[in-house]
């Protein structure tokens, strides 16, 4: 199956988010049901993300939408502190946020990955501790493990990093 990806509409928004509901019932049959929590990412967020022309989403040979994802080149303020570690380097890069998927297509992420090195070779990512599936796949993909970020709540998150 050939996937594109595209901007997201902002009339899209209602299709989408229902990808969100079933990416927090993966995480928390999968041992991670603490990253995604109280809400998050709720439907305002992503409305910003689509207003920013940050939000993207994965689109199928029909035409159908297969999942989502926010890609930011600029700095995140989430990153400007990273404890017990540090990043590769310094320079401008892109950042993947709230990837989603309706759960028809495998390898989403693979292909997220390739699309946001194709535009910004260093690349960023965090995640829950206990995401061990998006961790597995960041190094399969030939993310370094970086060190501790903390988001806005105050919670956690493993940095990683790669540069192509």
């Known amino acids: 199956m050939k996937i594109t990806i595209r901007p997201t509409c902002l009339e899209e928004l209602d299709e989408v988010m229902p990808f969100y509901d079933r990416a927090r019932l993966f995480m928390a049959t999968n041992g ?12 305002d967020d992503i409305r ?14 029909g035409k159908e939408l297969e999942g989502i994802f926010t890609f930011i080149q600029g700095e995140d303020p989430n990153y400007r502190i990273i404890e017990k ?32 090195a194709a535009r910004c070779p260093n690349l960023r990512v965090d995640t829950h501790k206990d995401n061990k599936v998006l961790q597995n796949i960041l190094h399969k993909n ?12 105050g919670t956690e ?5 790669r540069v192509s």
């Open 32 to 43: 991670n049901a603490n990253q995604w929590i109280n809400g998050y990412p709720a439907p």
């Open 48 to 61: 910003r993300d689509i207003l920013n022309g940050n939000s993207y989403v994965f689109v199928n040979e």
């Open 85 to 116: 570690g540090a990043w590769l380097n310094d320079n401008p890069y892109g950042v993947i946020h709230r990837i989603a998927s309706r759960g028809r297509v495998k390898g989403l992420m693979d292909i997220c990955l390739e699309w946001c």
């Open 142 to 153: 030939g993310f370094t493990y970086c060190g501790i970020i903390y988001v806005s709540n």
């Open 157 to 161: 998150r493993l940095a990683f990093q």
